[in-house]
């Protein structure tokens, strides 16, 4: 089984000058973001960009603050010595955290031969901000995420009005990706060749009906993992590839998971068992919550998770029984109206969980490894 790792071993001497930019070029881009390079690679989508393998050679030389997973670094030292990446040029990246209007976002820009450009968006991160705005997808849009990925976007193109566009994210940064592609207004939209979305939730707007959607549709490719539940949560297209994983059950939404066949992916033509009854249940939680329970229900779930005086999900899983401890004083502390909209939200999540299951054939071993 092949991956990305592989990939770039395999094509790693080949220029994006001599082979164009394919489907699994795009994933690799999409994990750029998550790695703060912002400092190293200049902000502004118009300065001087810096090679990828300086900037990636300058980032490992330092190391972060909080340290990268392993196969973010894997990732890095790949770019660095492959031919294909390590000359390319970097600009605009950028990242934002803004607690007080709930947002995370991140973004980075690849410059690539033949008068092309790459903008790459950041999926959901380890805060607990960004797991919150991803909440808020589910009753309002746009949120401020989607608002500053439209902003991004139109600068970089304006920056370099010459070149050819494709936008691309993982996850988050998926939705982003296209909401930015059919957003960005007409003098933009026509020099965008393709958007790639990898696992990235689908709207709660009208935004898959609208004339700029439309008008891009053909040009949206949309990949996801056998038992993906990010992907086909909220208004999504149907219009997508499914992609082996080597991961099981949620965690075929790790991109570095997905089997790669040269040049493309490796496609099935089948969503596991655990997916689609996952996805039923999700579906009914979100659809069948009014927009206004669901916004009591998220802020209420959030004020909890803050009240452990941690900032990351990480950090809450890694300090289990002070979270649990700080959690429950906070439970209890709440309005008795905040603390029945809980209650009867998890009990409906509960109610629907047991109704999709409920008269289902029991799962073959190879679906429930899935």
């Not at 990242?95 to 820009?109: C, S, V």
């Not at 990351?312 to 008795?336: C, E, F, H, W």
Request: aromatic content about 10%; proline content about 5%.
């Amino acid at each position: 089984m092949s991956n990305l790792f592989d990939y770039l071993n395999w094509r790693g001497d080949l220029s994006f000058g001599s082979v164009s930019l394919c489907p699994v070029d795009a994933l690799i881009f999409s994990m750029l973001p998550y790695i703060r390079l912002e400092g190293i690679v200049p902000e502004l989508p118009g300065a001087e960009p810096v090679r990828l393998g300086d900037a990636v050679a300058t980032y490992l030389a330092t190391p972060p603050s909080t340290p990268l997973n392993d196969n973010h670094l894997k990732l890095l030292e790949q770019l660095k010595a492959s031919q294909r990446f390590a000359s390319l040029r970097l600009l605009g990246a950028q990242k934002e955290l803004d607690p007080e209007n709930g947002m995370q976002f991140a973004a980075i820009t690849a410059l690539l031969p033949g008068q092309n450009l790459l903008v790459a968006f950041e999926g959901t991160d380890d805060t607990l901000v960004g797991w919150q705005e991803d909440f808020r997808m589910s009753y309002e849009c746009p949120v401020p995420a989607q608002l500053r990925a439209v902003q991004y976007l139109r600068a970089v193109a304006a920056a370099h009005p010459l070149r050819r566009i494709y936008v691309c994210g993982h996850s988050k940064g998926g939705n982003l990706a296209m909401f930015a592609a059919v957003h960005c207004g007409n003098e933009y939209r026509y020099r965008i060749r393709a958007v790639y979305n990898n696992d990235g939730p689908g709207f709660c707007d009208d935004t898959l009906s609208s004339p700029e959607y439309t008008e891009i549709r053909h040009r949206i490719h949309t990949f996801l993992p056998q038992s993906s539940i990010v992907g086909v949560l909220l208004e999504h297209d149907t219009n997508y590839r499914i992609v082996k994983s080597t991961n099981v059950g949620l965690l075929q939404h790790d991109a570095y998971s997905w089997q790669v066949m040269g040049a493309d992916f490796e496609y099935t033509t089948e969503r596991t068992a655990f997916g689609r009854e996952t996805e039923a249940i999700v579906d009914r939680f979100v659809n069948e919550l009014s927009p206004e329970r669901k916004r009591q229900f998220g802020e209420a779930l959030f004020a909890m998770l803050e009240s452990t005086g941690q900032e990351t999900v990480s950090g809450i899983t890694g300090n289990k029984l002070q979270s649990l401890r700080r959690m429950l004083s906070s439970y209890a502390d709440l309005d008795p109206k905040v603390r029945e909209i809980l209650h009867d939200s998890f009990s409906s999540l509960n109610r629907f969980r047991r109704e999709a299951r409920k008269g289902r054939t029991p799962l073959s071993d190879t679906e429930k490894s899935s």
